[in-house]
C-alpha cells in the first residue's frame, strides 16, 4: 500500500474516530443515567480505533480498558459492583457495616456490666475504653473512645430498642444469654474475655 493511501486511512480513521467521541460527549452530557453511556461510548470507540490497526499485541494491552468497561456497564444493573469501582476497605478502626459496629457496641457494654461487680461505673467504663484504644479501634467518626463513648453505648445497649433487629439493645440481650465463667473466675477476668472477644471478632475493623 502506498504512503499517501496509508495516510489516508489513518485520516479516515481518525476522522472515524473524532465522530464517534463527539457524539459519546453528547451522550455523556446529558448525564440521565451519570454519564455511563457516554463513557462506555467513548471506551468503544478508542478500542474500535485501535482495533483498525490489526495489532494482537496492543489488543491484548488493552485488558485494563475492557475490565473499566465491563465495570462501568455491570455498575448500577443491580449487580455487585465489580471489584474495579467497589468502594476500598477502611482504613479506620470502625466497621462499616452498622450492626458489626452495633455488636461491637453490645459487647463492650456488657464487658462494662461485668466489671461492675469489682469497679464503680466510671472506672469499668474507663477500663474498656482504654482497652479498646490499645487494641486499635476508634469511634466512628474516627475519634479516640472515651468512657464517655462507652456510656452512650451503654445507655444504647440497655435503654434501646431491643425489638430493632442489628440494634445494640438487641445485640446486648443476645449477648447476655453467653455461657456464665465457671465458680471463682473473677469478673474482671470475665471482662477480659469479652474485650477479647471484640479485638477477635471485629480485628478487620482496628485502625
Given at each position: 500500500?502506498?504512503?499517501?493511501?496509508?495516510?489516508?486511512?489513518?485520516?479516515?480513521?481518525?476522522?472515524?474516530?473524532?465522530?464517534?467521541?463527539?457524539?459519546?460527549?453528547?451522550?455523556?452530557?446529558?448525564?440521565?443515567?451519570?454519564?455511563?453511556?457516554?463513557?462506555?461510548?467513548?471506551?468503544?470507540?478508542?478500542?474500535?480505533?485501535?482495533?483498525?490497526?490489526?495489532?494482537?499485541?496492543?489488543?491484548?494491552?488493552?485488558?485494563?480498558?475492557?475490565?473499566?468497561?465491563?465495570?462501568?456497564?455491570?455498575?448500577?444493573?443491580g449487580l455487585r459492583d465489580h471489584p474495579m469501582l467497589a468502594a476500598p476497605p477502611s482504613t479506620r478502626g470502625r466497621p462499616?457495616?452498622?450492626?458489626?459496629?452495633?455488636?461491637?457496641?453490645?459487647?463492650?457494654?456488657?464487658?462494662?456490666?461485668?466489671?461492675?461487680?469489682?469497679?464503680?461505673?466510671?472506672?469499668?467504663?474507663?477500663?474498656?475504653?482504654?482497652?479498646?484504644?490499645?487494641?486499635?479501634?476508634?469511634?466512628?467518626?474516627?475519634?479516640?473512645?472515651?468512657?464517655?463513648?462507652v456510656r452512650t453505648w451503654r445507655q444504647d445497649a440497655m435503654q434501646g430498642d431491643v425489638g430493632a433487629d442489628g440494634s445494640?439493645?438487641?445485640?446486648?440481650?443476645?449477648?447476655?444469654?453467653?455461657?456464665?465463667?465457671?465458680?471463682?473466675?473473677?469478673?474482671?477476668?470475665?471482662?477480659?474475655?469479652?474485650?477479647?472477644?471484640?479485638?477477635?471478632?471485629?480485628?478487620?475493623?482496628?485502625?
Amino acid at each position: 500500500m502506498a504512503k499517501d493511501e496509508i495516510s489516508i486511512e489513518i485520516a479516515e480513521v481518525l476522522a472515524t474516530l473524532k465522530r464517534e467521541l463527539v457524539h459519546a460527549q453528547e451522550r455523556f452530557r446529558e448525564a440521565g443515567d451519570g454519564g455511563r453511556e457516554g463513557a462506555l461510548e467513548a471506551l468503544r470507540a478508542l478500542v474500535n480505533f485501535v482495533d483498525c490497526f490489526c495489532d494482537d499485541e496492543i489488543s491484548d494491552l488493552l485488558q485494563p480498558v475492557y475490565e473499566l468497561g465491563l465495570a462501568i456497564s455491570q455498575r448500577g444493573n443491580g449487580l455487585r459492583d465489580h471489584p474495579m469501582l467497589a468502594a476500598p476497605p477502611s482504613t479506620r478502626g470502625r466497621p462499616s457495616d452498622r450492626r458489626e459496629w452495633n455488636a461491637a457496641k453490645a459487647l463492650a457494654s456488657l464487658a462494662v456490666s461485668i466489671l461492675l461487680n469489682d469497679k464503680s461505673d466510671d472506672g469499668a467504663r474507663n477500663y474498656v475504653a482504654c482497652e479498646l484504644t490499645k487494641a486499635g479501634f476508634t469511634q466512628s467518626n474516627g475519634h479516640p473512645i472515651t468512657d464517655a463513648t462507652v456510656r452512650t453505648w451503654r445507655q444504647d445497649a440497655m435503654q434501646g430498642d431491643v425489638g430493632a433487629d442489628g440494634s445494640v439493645a438487641a445485640f446486648y440481650r443476645e449477648y447476655q444469654t453467653l455461657p456464665a465463667p465457671p465458680d471463682g473466675f473473677s469478673a474482671q477476668a470475665h471482662a477480659d474475655q469479652i474485650i477479647a472477644r471484640v479485638r477477635e471478632m471485629f480485628a478487620h475493623l482496628r485502625v
